[in-house]
């Protein structure tokens, strides 16, 4: 047997945020077992890579990920690890897959890719004893070890509080990946918060395939939002993937009243025309998610809202992504991604084929993106002169800090290029808006100074 002391690990996480909790997860168990982090993948003995399989795009990049590690294992003339068993066999380098596409896969994967030396379906508490077992690697048990980040020092964390979904959005895999919803209970995910404001973190960012479905016994959203505020060194909660179908009275009283819920929510709208939404399983169009927009920029007028659009859905005419197009001008919303449909075996939608050509695809999310960005341009320009709250989470020269406002999501919004002496990581500081970049803000610090006006959306 190996010892788990005298080996390395490195973990690529691949996806979405709630991807990255599990990663996050397995890096904790990782460290209780007693194996050692590596500073990065060539330093690693063993290679864990947790990937996605949500689309086609990011099923491809985990495969492609997958032999790039095998090849740079093949590829070394000696191995990383130094551990050794007694009979002086040398512990080598090792690839190990978990996550979404072997948990979907996980027996084409083994059969087509079989140079890989452990597989995993989704992670779980049993994943580092099982690994350790077939690769002959003796481990330790050390409580002491939670959910570590695999980059520690950031100034947020990502709080999941439930894991699958039972929405069964027809273009969706994920409740074949990941089952229907299970909520998680109001201690864990308070034990979380903890550890992650113990930390240092000052951001929660709530996270699960549709929060506004939370709901554990007689607790639901608003008591997770609540237990959350009440945890020092907690300063700022976001709210992220809310289906549009469920943004109700609770979300916005939590977005209006409660001060330490940041002015910022993500619904994923996926389209506006009537039929596409039907035929996606959802209920939504035009006229009901402007009055959604109006209504949360009603209680809550400093809100940014960002939303999610696919193109290229079977049976999608060029009249619906005129629709699209115009919703976008009249909606202004602050922060939108795009991305084009890939059909999914197993899902309602999976039937209808893939009509739209991929070229048309491209053309259409050219389009869309290009709309937005005007939008976004011209709602960043109103900006300046305003001032905002920031968290600063990186020092990049002598007098200048790389930001987020309060109106940014970590990873996939805009960052805030701030100016000022006396800066450190990790705090929240109030910075005047000086000028605007493509999709990001640029500003010095303001001190103490209380924002002088509120730009509205």
């Not at 079977?314 to 991305?339: I, W, Y």
């Amino acid at each position: 047997m190996f010892s788990s002391t005298d080996i390395s690990y490195f973990i690529t996480s691949l996806g979405c945020s709630k991807n990255l909790v599990d990663s996050e997860r397995v890096n904790g168990a990782m460290k209780a077992a007693g194996y050692r982090q590596a500073g990065g993948p060539d330093d690693a003995d063993i290679l864990i890579i947790n990937t996605c399989g949500f689309i086609r795009t990011a099923k491809e990049e985990s495969i492609a990920t997958i032999f790039e590690a095998i090849e740079t294992q093949k590829s070394r003339s000696s191995p990383v690890g130094r551990a050794e068993e007694s009979t002086g066999g040398n512990f080598g380098r090792k690839v190990v897959v978990i996550g979404c596409l072997t948990g979907r896969y996980i027996s084409a994967v083994t059969s087509e890719i079989p140079e890989i030396d452990f597989i995993y379906g989704l992670p779980d508490g049993a994943f580092v004893e099982k690994m350790s077992r077939s690769l002959r690697i003796a481990i330790r048990t050390d409580a002491g070890h939670g959910r570590e980040p695999l980059v520690p020092g950031l100034a947020y964390a990502y709080i999941k509080i439930a894991e699958g979904c039972s929405n069964n959005c027809t273009y969706c895999a994920i409740p074949f990946i990941r089952g229907p919803q299970r909520s998680y209970s109001p201690g864990s995910i308070l034990d979380e918060v903890r550890e992650a404001a113990g930390r240092g973190a000052l951001e929660m960012v709530i996270v699960a395939q549709d929060i506004s479905s939370y709901e554990y016994g007689n607790a639901g959203l608003r008591d997770v939002v609540r237990n959350m505020t009440d945890v020092q060194g907690v300063e700022w909660i976001r709210l992220m993937y809310c289906h549009p179908d469920r943004v109700d009275g609770v979300i916005t009283d939590l977005l209006e009243h409660e001060k330490k819920v940041v002015p910022y929510i993500d619904i994923p709208l996926q389209h506006v025309s009537a039929p596409l939404v039907r035929a996606m399983g959802r209920k939504g169009d035009f006229s009901s998610y402007m009055n959604l927009v109006a209504r949360l920029r009603a209680k809550v007028p400093d809100i940014r809202i960002r939303s999610t659009f696919m193109v290229g859905f079977p049976g999608e005419a060029e009249r619906d992504v005129d629709e699209l197009v115009d919703f976008l001008k009249e909606a202004m919303l602050d922060r939108v991604g795009v991305f084009m449909y890939s059909p999914e075996e197993g899902t309602g939608a999976y039937s209808l084929g893939d009509p739209v050509p991929e070229r048309e695809k491209k053309v259409r999310y050219g389009r869309i993106m290009s709309e937005q960005r005007e939008i976004s341009a011209a709602k960043l320009s109103r900006m300046i002169g305003s001032t905002v709250r920031v968290i600063v989470e990186e020092r990049l020269d002598e007098s200048t800090w790389i930001c987020r406002t309060e109106y940014d999501a970590p990873e996939v919004d805009g960052i805030f290029y701030l100016t000022g002496s006396d800066v450190a990581v990790n705090t929240i500081e109030t910075a005047r808006v000086t000028d605007t970049l493509d999709y990001d803000l640029v500003g010095v610090v303001a001190g103490s100074m209380p924002p002088q006006h509120h730009i509205s959306p």
